[in-house]
């Protein structure tokens, strides 16, 4: 079956501009995750969804970061008035409920801010 | 909190020949998960083995095995008889187990490189 996909999987843009960030999750799973990946470093937590409930946003830098899982399937992470500091690869993962902790990973969003 | 460490930021393997990989965990829990995850030039995100903190027996998968020393909270990666597609960066993780899904805590990599 299709595995997560994530959309748009490059995208650049000026300081100060918002961008959002879609994830497309493997159908079914419960569960949903957005990790934050800089260069040569393993992927940070930003937040995380059971269904449509977003159950942890510890992870989320400050306050321009939100994301929302309106139906309990497709997600967005969405930057307000971007940083350079912001540019990373930002991930997506799902799992079904109760699997031990695996989650499947999409492909990422390359964003760069200039 | 819960952190994982990788000391080793590089290796290098001769094709066929078998390297260990480090990983060491800090947590206060007793139900939890261990991960190691690939990451090839493409940067997918590549589940390689999975170990239950409650399971003694370390886990298998092919070429991949774990030294997993609960009490020393060690989680060793062994990749035997090495291939040139093993080259990648390798990230452990850990999460917390308790029937619910929870997020992953990385380390911070180790680039393996593997000469012909």
């Known amino acids: 079956g299709a595995g997560v996909s994530q959309s748009p999987r490059y995208k650049v843009t000026k300081r100060g501009q918002d961008v959002a960030l879609r994830c497309d999750p493997i159908?079914?799973?419960?569960?949903l995750y957005w990790y934050r990946q800089a260069l040569g470093q393993g992927p940070e937590f930003l937040t995380y969804f059971n269904y449509e409930a977003q159950q942890d946003k510890s992870g989320l830098p400050n306050d321009r970061f939100s994301a929302e899982r309106p139906e309990g399937s497709i997600s967005t992470l969405t930057i307000q008035r971007t940083e350079q500091r912001d540019s990373a690869m930002y991930r997506c993962?799902?799992?079904?409920?109760?699997?031990?902790?695996?989650?499947?990973f999409g492909p990422g969003t390359r964003l760069t801010v200039t | 909190a819960q952190t994982v460490t990788q000391s080793q930021p590089e290796m290098s393997v001769q094709e066929a020949e078998t390297v260990t990989l480090s990983c060491t965990y800090d947590t206060s829990e007793s139900d939890y998960y261990l991960f190691w995850y690939k990451q090839p030039p493409s940067r997918q995100m590549i589940l390689v083995i999975r170990q239950e903190a409650y399971k003694q027996q370390n886990a298998t998968e092919n070429r991949f095995s774990v030294n997993f020393q609960k009490a020393a909270k060690s989680f060793s990666l062994k990749i035997s008889d090495s291939q040139l597609g093993d080259a990648a960066m390798y990230f452990c993780a850990y999460t917390l187990g308790g029937g619910a899904t929870n997020k992953l805590i990385f380390g911070t990599g180790t680039l393996l490189a593997v000469q012909p």
């Open positions: 993962a799902s799992s079904p409920w109760g699997t031990s902790g695996e989650q499947y």
């Open positions: 159908s079914g799973h419960v569960s």
